[in-house]
């Protein structure tokens, strides 16, 4: 695969550093389709007719996403329906050059190793 321009992975650094800040405070106990439907004082039945599903959908798709096992068309649909805008994005731990050149290192090391091998056979 071919590595981004120079550009692009400054342009990519930028959107991961943005990302990392907001990500660190992301993760909401109670889900976040629970939370935000509260802090919009919407009950179930309010959500599930927007949405177009029972409350009893509703309510299973708020525990789903309590435990991880949501679908992202479900996250989609009810965003849609809360009238949010449903945010989706991988971020490294690391920056992603330093993530870079730890992997071409440890390659090279590898590359080495192999050839160090060949060359005492």
């Not at 959908?57 to 479900?74: A, D, F, H, L, Y």
Request: overall charge positive; charged content about 30%; aromatic content about 4%.
């Amino acid at each position: 695969m071919k590595r981004p321009d120079k550009l692009a992975m400054q342009q990519i650094e930028r959107r991961l550093k943005k990302l990392g800040t907001i990500a660190k405070d992301a993760h909401v106990p109670t889900g976040w389709i629970a939370y935000m439907r509260q802090a919009m004082f919407m009950t179930l039945s309010n959500l599930a007719k927007a949405s177009d599903l029972s409350p009893a959908t509703v309510q299973q798709i708020e525990k789903r996403e309590k435990v991880g096992k949501v679908t992202i068309e479900s996250m989609r649909k009810i965003a849609a329906a809360m009238e949010c805008e449903f945010v989706y994005a991988l971020v490294p731990k690391q920056e992603l050059s330093a993530f870079l050149k730890k992997k071409a290192s440890a390659k090279a090391t590898r590359i080495i190793r192999e050839a160090d091998v060949q060359m005492t056979l």
